[in-house]
């Protein structure tokens, strides 16, 4: 590998940091729709995926979201995983665009998509609990 290759593999990733961030903020704004009264998110990032955890309030409480006849509308631990089709257009469209119909793409994919485009998350307490999060607001 030349250096001239790694210069221009250097100069990409550096071109790729700011895109990856406001795919980070078009997940979290996302998610700052569907939980009003939530403040952090959990983010897990190992073995090439990065995948929504929990979601916490201000206090340090996990957040269950909105409820409707005793079930959750937008269950926090299966929410990364629906389709951007499946999730109200009131909150994707937004952020997203006309990406908010894709039936393929999810928030964990976007998510791990900015990872490992360069976006960073904040490790630290969220609570008691210490961790890495992306803050909603």
Same mark, same amino acid.
């Given at each position: 590998? #030349?250096?001239?290759? %790694? #210069?221009?593999?250097?100069? $990409?990733? !550096? $071109?790729?940091?700011?895109? $990856?961030?406001?795919? &980070?903020? /078009?997940? &979290?704004?996302? +998610?700052?729709?569907?939980?009003?009264? /939530?403040?952090? %998110?959990? %983010?897990?990032?190992?073995?090439?995926?990065?995948?929504?955890?929990?979601?916490?309030? /201000?206090?340090? @409480?996990?957040?269950?979201?909105?409820? @409707? #006849?005793?079930? !959750?509308?937008? *269950? &926090?631990?299966?929410?990364?995983?629906? *389709?951007?089709?499946? +999730? *109200? =257009? @009131? !909150?994707?469209?937004?952020?997203?665009?006309?990406?908010?119909?894709?039936? =393929?793409?999810?928030?964990?994919?976007?998510? &791990?998509?900015?990872?490992?485009?360069?976006?960073?998350?904040?490790?630290?307490?969220?609570?008691?609990?210490?961790?890495?999060? %992306? =803050?909603?607001?």
């Amino acid at each position: 590998m #030349s250096t001239d290759a %790694v #210069s221009t593999l250097d100069a $990409a990733r !550096a $071109a790729l940091i700011p895109v $990856a961030q406001q795919l &980070t903020d /078009a997940v &979290t704004g996302i +998610l700052a729709a569907l939980y009003p009264e /939530a403040t952090y %998110v959990t %983010v897990h990032a190992h073995q090439g995926q990065a995948y929504i955890g929990d979601v916490y309030t /201000a206090d340090g @409480r996990r957040h269950g979201g909105p409820h @409707r #006849s005793g079930r !959750a509308l937008y *269950p &926090t631990h299966r929410i990364g995983g629906w *389709p951007l089709a499946r +999730l *109200p =257009k @009131r !909150a994707a469209r937004p952020h997203v665009g006309p990406h908010a119909n894709d039936a =393929k793409r999810t928030l964990d994919m976007l998510l &791990t998509d900015a990872w490992r485009c360069g976006a960073r998350f904040t490790r630290g307490y969220v609570g008691r609990h210490y961790t890495t999060h %992306v =803050k909603l607001r």
